[in-house]
């Protein structure tokens, strides 16, 4: 039987009260958030919503779910995820495959490897990005959205660094060997070794497209072609209550605060359908490349 100090009994007793405290502090806002979304307008107004919902209603959900134009931006949202998770997800790995590579295996590597941190430290800016997409024309496309955030160099570096320590060589060599190729050995032994990296990274990748805004005030000029976060925020933060489609009355009646709620917790929701999917992977992924043997 394994012994286990009092300070160590100690250590984990309190890790698991810390965690515990961070845990609730998390999940608290958005269950006020829920709460308010079902309750009724003078309650939400006054601020006595806490946790539970204060003469339930689902007037909010009703409407919100309703409007057709959070329905088409809700769509756009799922399209514009799914779409740039794939693109994003198929560069850095042919990147990160191709530059775990040794020197002498794949010439002028350290070029592409410096390349890379390069943009990864310096960019070009808003306005010389802008004029590259119209230039292209692109704007008021999906392409605007999902194009120029395709590589996120930190975590193709994170791919990388998990290609060069977590594969073993010699199967590579005993594919080789074999007659296989670059791609044949990727597609059956890189990505299934790599499951829990691509787990990973993907849903750092799947949050960054879902939760992304501005680039959708910029480049897209049709509020019809919006994803869900930029309508939000046009909705939320800058007041424009013609994209809810619902008149003065109306919002009296449901009251602005709960129709917000109700906007944000369906906005979260997806995302949040998606975590215990990815659970399994996440944990053995998020060291990935932190340990080299």
């Known amino acids: 039987m394994h012994y286990k100090s009092t300070s160590y009994t100690?250590?984990?007793i309190c890790n698991y009260i810390f965690l515990g405290f961070l845990g609730i502090i998390c999940i608290l806002p958005l269950i006020h958030i829920l709460a308010v979304s079902f309750s009724g307008s003078a309650p939400a107004n006054a601020n006595l919503v806490t946790f539970f919902p204060i003469e339930f209603t689902l007037d909010a959900w009703e409407k919100t779910l309703g409007n057709e134009r959070f329905l088409r931006s809700l769509w756009n949202g799922i399209f514009r995820?799914?779409?740039g998770t794939f693109i994003s997800l198929s560069c850095m790995i042919l990147a990160a495959y191709s530059l775990s590579k040794e020197d002498h295996e794949f010439k002028g590597r350290k070029v592409y490897v410096y390349f890379f941190i390069f943009i990864m430290l310096f960019n070009g800016g808003?306005?010389?990005?802008?004029?590259?997409?119209?230039?292209?024309?692109?704007?008021?496309t999906i392409w605007a959205l999902v194009l120029p955030s395709a590589i996120n160099v930190f975590?193709?570096?994170?791919?990388?660094n998990f290609f060069r320590t977590g594969v073993p060589k010699t199967l590579e060599e005993a594919a080789f060997i074999d007659g296989a190729?670059?791609?044949?050995?990727?597609f059956s032994i890189y990505l299934p070794i790599s499951l829990p990296a691509i787990a990973t990274i993907g849903l750092f990748t799947m949050v960054g497209q879902w939760n992304s805004w501005f680039d959708g005030l910029i480049y897209l000029s049709d509020a019809n072609k919006y994803p869900l976060s930029t309508f939000l925020q046009t909705v939320i933060v800058?007041?424009?209550?013609?994209?809810?489609n619902v008149d003065a009355s109306e919002m009296k009646?449901?009251?602005?605060?709960?129709s917000k709620s109700a906007?944000?917790?369906i906005g979260a929701l997806p995302i949040l359908l998606v975590y215990p999917f990815l659970q399994k992977y996440f944990v053995k992924g998020i060291v990935l490349g932190s340990v080299k043997e």
């Not at 975590?155 to 990388?160: A, C, D």
């Not at 009646?253 to 709960?258: D, F, G, I, M």
Request: aromatic share 8%; net charge neutral.
């Open 155 to 160: 975590n193709m570096i994170l791919l990388l």
């Open 263 to 265: 906007q944000i917790f």
């Open 181 to 186: 190729g670059h791609f044949r050995i990727l």
């Open 10 to 12: 100690v250590f984990t």
């Open 81 to 83: 995820t799914a779409l």
């Open 126 to 140: 808003l306005i010389p990005t802008y004029i590259l997409i119209q230039n292209l024309n692109l704007i008021n």
């Open 238 to 244: 800058q007041q424009d209550l013609s994209q809810m």
């Open 253 to 258: 009646n449901l009251s602005e605060r709960t």
